[in-house]
């Protein structure tokens, strides 16, 4: 039980010490911006849009699904994740952490919770856009907090598994720019290549699976991560199969990033 707290002091100063990189780093804020910035035009000609009428859900629905959503999902992770990995191997300043009395899995533990903390702070202005446009001289309407609550929870979950990759990804390359390069193609083609396939296999019919579906393409729809956000969380429709993959998934490229930083041992 004495080594419970140990791990949990250890975590925490890695943490603090991922988190405050990120903070201090001038690429961080660069993305930041560029998103508040396009995200405030949208903003903008949506409520120019429903400004005669509309249906609250709708107006959530296009707030979730906007191309500033896209940007953020697929670009962001690979920034925030690119030199978690890549430049303290190129520098070697991740050898000298690794003599320290830590443990691999706590490094990439504590490199992901960081990355995933300042991610999930990207959209707390966006939740206060939200409050603000249902006061009179806006909206003047109430929208549905439980599709936007789920809406949220849906780019939490894919930027999650995104973060993991990109951690992982990180963790094979000395090169920041590969890093990030193959982090990309990493993240489009999880959201690109399903649904390409989806259409191959079983056309239009394909996302209304029957029991007798065979399981690659069970599998192949676990995988279709544009669905469950447009289909499923951007409309209010959680799905427990969905929380399982997502967390799932991201385990797995942290503990495949966990074996890669094990891998130096050998070499």
């Not at 120019?48 to 959530?60: C, L, Q, T």
């Not at 979730?64 to 300043?93: D, N, W």
């Not at 907090?145 to 990759?165: E, I, K, N, R, T």
């Not at 799905?239 to 891998?263: H, K």
Request: aromatic content about 14%.
């Amino acid at each position: 039980m004495s080594s419970v707290p140990k791990i949990h002091h250890r975590l925490g100063i890695l943490f603090k010490r991922e988190l405050f990189g990120l903070l201090v780093s001038p690429i961080t804020y660069l993305v930041f911006t560029l998103f508040f910035f396009f995200r405030a035009f949208e903003v903008q000609t949506l409520i120019e849009s429903f400004a005669g009428g509309g249906s609250p859900s709708r107006f959530a629905y296009y707030f979730l699904a906007s191309p500033s959503t896209q940007f953020a999902v697929v670009v962001i992770p690979p920034i925030l994740t690119m030199r978690l990995l890549a430049e303290e191997k190129r520098s070697g300043s991740l050898e000298l952490l690794m003599t320290a009395p830590v443990r691999d899995w706590e490094v990439v533990v504590a490199k992901w919770g960081a990355t995933w903390l300042l991610f999930a702070l990207l959209w707390v202005p966006s939740f206060l856009q939200i409050l603000v446009l249902m006061r009179p001289g806006y909206l003047g309407a109430s929208l549905p907090m439980g599709q936007l609550f789920a809406g949220y929870l849906g780019l939490f979950l894919v930027g999650s598994l995104l973060l993991a990759v990109g951690l992982f990804t990180s963790s094979l390359t000395e090169n920041v720019l590969l890093a990030s390069l193959t982090s990309l193609l990493a993240g489009l083609g999880l959201l690109v290549v399903p649904p390409m396939l989806a259409e191959k296999l079983g056309g239009s019919s394909f996302s209304q699976l029957s029991v007798d579906s065979s399981i690659g393409q069970t599998l192949l729809a676990q995988f279709q991560v544009v669905r469950h956000l447009g289909s499923w969380f951007f409309r209010g429709l959680i799905d427990t199969g969905q929380l399982v993959f997502y967390a799932s998934t991201t385990a797995l490229f942290l503990f495949l990033t966990v074996r890669s930083l094990e891998s130096r041992k050998w070499r």
